[in-house]
């Protein structure tokens, strides 16, 4: 009884967002609203600055003060919501469509101004493959945004989302009243307020009410009513089926740094947003009520701090319940292994935890036993699917610059892509080893763990390639055929799959079209 009521106070989500559309913000007022932290600013340091954009010590400094803030837990409403962190910066992309494999559900945060951004398509594209349930959170309503109806065309258009509107706001920038909300009837009335998390409600009941006038003056409140209308005509009441399917989203409007609208967001999430749901593995789905424990890496975080030399695997438990000090089942070492210090992560702080339930994320130190994608149970032997390699976007040749130091650069390249910092190609023929990374900042990663880690140096030699895509056909002969005849764009992953290397769109979509038989992959999975 217990545990299926654990369960079911669980919600786990992560926020995404282009940087700057107001994640952190919005973070940081889910924390006060949870009483998790008590003044505003408190998350701060777990953004990446601006001037800290190409040196990656200074971040991977933040970074390691943000590790306690990798997972945020707090209460609200009897509920216990786990929200994962994403990194903000565009570099550490993988990190953050990793840590969505992780998640029941997201909220993404828009920028009124700038609208749909490069890492707004590209988050919410990586949501559309696991049909993640998604609320939109359009922010920054305070500054003159777009015409609200053209956003919300431009959103669901260039994001492929059919959108279902929760509130609607009354103007923006200057003019910003505040928002109706469609479903309470109620009129959120705006003040510029960034510290207490309070709100200026009133009930309207019906929109011929005089109070409607009273308080937005005749114009405002005529137009919101024509408005209302429109929109209600349009959408009618949010189907929450289709919004736990993935194929809607709810759309609030508000002002994340003035606390505005985020409780109506933060009410309606607790309401609908998905608990810890069943998840795909080798052997059949799993899912939380099962009570024997399962859990999936997704994610791994090593400290640079030559003195806290750590490394912590974060794990997300589907079924059953983590114990302290039980032993569980690593599925790829097929060894038994346990853990004395599990941590969760209560807003800021790291705590030792003694167990934890399905949609629970725990940080077990580790000495470089875990890589992304691995499985513990209580016995069974299976993997979570799911997880898949997205395509680098950067790709450089290994230079081995010591000679004597092969063995440790071969060692170190396999751990640390097991990590997940980047990810590692052999060329076709030969023994080329290639790197293939989101952005640059990872290359000066690896070279400098490279160096300190493992003492071997290495130089990089950039690759004309923008993309990997796997490679798989039912006609072997086809595809051998292939790979002789491409050799300088065929490499193979860590597992042996083959993969072509493409120059540009117009190579890949050449191939493509010159090679029906085969098929060319954007992601690989790390379990099929
Ligand atoms: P991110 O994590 O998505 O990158 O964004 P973050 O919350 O750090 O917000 C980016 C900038 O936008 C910050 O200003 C923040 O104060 C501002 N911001 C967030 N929400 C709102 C809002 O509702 N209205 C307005 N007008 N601004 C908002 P900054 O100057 O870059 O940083 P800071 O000096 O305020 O820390």
Not at 57 to 81: C, D, H, P, W
Not at 149 to 155: A, G
Not at 413 to 425: H, I, K, P, S, Y
Not at 498 to 520: G, H, K
Request: net charge negative; hydrophobic share 35%; charged share 25%.
């Amino acid at each position: 009884m217990k545990y299926k009521s654990e369960i079911e106070k669980r919600r786990t989500f992560a926020i995404i967002s282009h940087p700057d559309a107001g994640k952190t913000t919005l973070t940081e007022k889910f924390l006060l609203f949870g009483g998790a932290i008590q003044t505003a600013g408190a998350v701060k340091s777990n953004k990446i600055r601006k001037h800290a954009t190409s040196d990656f010590m200074e971040i991977e400094r933040q970074r390691g003060i943000s590790v306690a803030t990798s997972v945020m837990s707090f209460e609200y409403k009897n509920m216990l919501i786990n929200l994962l962190d994403t990194p903000g910066h565009k570099d550490f992309a993988e990190d953050t469509y990793r840590t969505l494999t992780a998640v029941d559900s997201v909220i993404l945060v828009i920028d009124s101004v700038n609208g749909v951004e490069e890492q707004t398509r590209k988050l919410t594209s990586v949501c559309r493959m696991r049909d993640t349930p998604v609320i939109v959170f359009i922010n920054k309503m305070d500054r003159d945004g777009k015409n609200r109806f053209e956003l919300l065309e431009e959103i669901e258009k260039e994001l492929n989302l059919k959108l279902h509107p929760m509130t609607w706001p009354i103007n923006s920038g200057k003019d910003f009243k505040g928002v109706y909300n469609l479903h309470d009837k109620n009129l959120i009335l705006f003040t510029a307020n960034t510290h207490a998390p309070d709100e200026d409600v009133v009930k309207i009941g019906d929109l011929a009410s005089p109070v409607l006038d009273e308080k937005l003056g005749e114009k405002d409140a005529t137009l919101l009513k024509e408005d209302v209308e429109l929109v209600d005509g349009v959408y009618g009441p949010l189907n929450t089926e289709e919004y736990l399917q993935g194929k809607i989203a709810p759309v609030f409007f508000g002002s994340a740094i003035n606390n505005f609208g985020v409780r109506e967001m933060l009410d309606s999430f607790i309401q609908i947003a998905p608990v810890p749901q069943c998840r795909p593995t080798t052997e059949g789905e799993v899912c939380p009520g099962d009570e024997k424990l399962s859990g999936f890496v997704f994610k791994i975080h090593a400290n640079l701090d030559p003195r806290h030399r750590d490394r912590i695997a974060f794990i997300r438990v589907c079924s059953g319940r983590f114990e302290r000090n039980k032993y569980f089942h690593h599925v790829r070492l097929n060894k038994e292994v346990r853990f004395s210090n599990p941590y969760t992560f209560l807003a800021r702080e790291k705590d030792v935890i003694e167990e934890a339930y399905p949609g629970d994320v725990v940080g077990l130190f580790d000495t470089g036993n875990f890589k992304i994608g691995d499985t513990l149970t209580e016995g069974k032997n299976f993997y979570f699917t799911g997880i898949p390699s997205f395509s680098p976007e950067i790709f450089k040749e290994v230079v081995n610059k010591d000679p004597m130091k092969t063995k440790q650069l071969e060692k170190g390249l396999l751990q640390l892509t097991d990590e997940g910092v980047a990810q590692l190609f052999t060329q076709f023929g030969g023994n080329k080893k290639i790197i293939g990374c989101v952005g640059e900042l990872q290359f000066e990663v690896i070279q400098y763990r490279l160096l300190h880690e493992y003492s071997a140096s290495v130089q990089f030699n950039n690759l004309p390639f923008f993309k990997a895509c796997w490679l798989t056909s039912s006609n072997h002969k086809k595809l051998a055929e292939f790979a002789r005849f491409k050799q300088n764009n065929i490499a193979e992953d860590k597992d042996g799959q083959m993969v072509y290397l493409a120059q540009s769109e117009w190579f890949l979509n050449t191939e493509i079209s010159n090679n029906p038989d085969i098929i060319f992959h954007y992601t690989s999975e790390i379990h099929k």
